[in-house]
């Protein structure tokens, strides 16, 4: 019986003696495989209309994202291609690998399978294309605080980070009376190489649009943004 004791707390004891090595070399592992972010840009010494201007250079935007619908206790969630210019939305909606929709739009004509409500075409079509080309303001206001830039117009006012100059707030007034709101967060870069001061280098992986009852977030996988021909042969 002394035997079978002297046994039995051996063998309680060696795993505490193996466990400890075992929970060292896991924490070492995970923490060398740790998601790094990215340093954010300090934007402070560009002149800000510089880059504005610098923006206003992008011709158009290719993007791949996650997209999550809520209405009431209503919810959806699917995947997005996006190609988008300044005058034109194109843009796929897929669910489970499968098209769930398609959405086109020209110069203020919209074309859609299915067929959006107004309200879905605010959130889909105006929402998408002002949330992504922010600064598209045609003869804007600019103001400041101690934090941010003001951009505004009789259409829209956006909020702008003043140490990274990226959005974090837009504001868009419908004709109707109503307003959509629009809000940005998780900077990311497009190439880790990138100069951090390069105005294509940043972007705001994570929009939430809410018009009425209505929110739409997308999640940003992949952004990518094309300068004008005349800027390209510049560089």
């Known amino acids: 019986m002394l035997t ?8 309680e004891i060696r795993p505490r003696h ?15 495989c740790a998601v790094k ?44 291609a996006l190609e988008l210019t300044s005058k034109s939305l194109d843009m796929r909606i897929y669910h489970l690998g499968f098209l769930a929709a398609e959405i086109k739009e020209e110069d203020g004509a919209v074309n859609s399978r299915p067929r959006l409500s ?6 889909l079509v105006d929402g998408i294309k002002y949330g992504f080309f922010w600064w598209k303001l045609n003869g804007f206001d600019l103001s400041e605080t ?14 702008v980070d003043k140490k990274t100059y990226l959005p974090v707030e837009q504001i868009i007034f419908l004709d109707n009376g ?47 943004a094309t300068r004008t021909i005349q800027q390209k042969k510049q560089e």
């Open 4 to 11: 079978k004791r002297s046994s039995t707390s051996e063998i």
């Open 18 to 32: 193996i466990l400890l090595p075992f929970f060292i070399i896991a924490t070492i592992l995970l923490s060398s």
């Open 37 to 80: 972010k990215p340093a954010l840009p300090d934007m402070s010494g560009v002149p800000f209309k510089n880059h504005i201007s610098a923006l206003n250079e992008i011709k158009s935007i290719n993007a791949a994202m996650g997209m999550a619908y809520e209405a009431g206790e209503i919810s959806m969630s699917g995947d997005a």
């Open 118 to 123: 107004k309200d879905r075409a605010m959130l």
């Open 146 to 159: 101690e934090t941010s830039f003001i951009l505004s117009n009789p259409s829209r006012k956006v909020i």
């Open 178 to 224: 109503g307003q959509a709101l629009i809000h940005y967060k998780n900077p990311q870069r497009t190439d880790d190489d990138a100069d951090i001061k390069s105005d294509l280098s940043w972007y705001q992986s994570e929009m939430t649009i809410k018009y009425k009852k209505h929110t739409v977030t997308t999640y940003i996988r992949s952004y990518a």
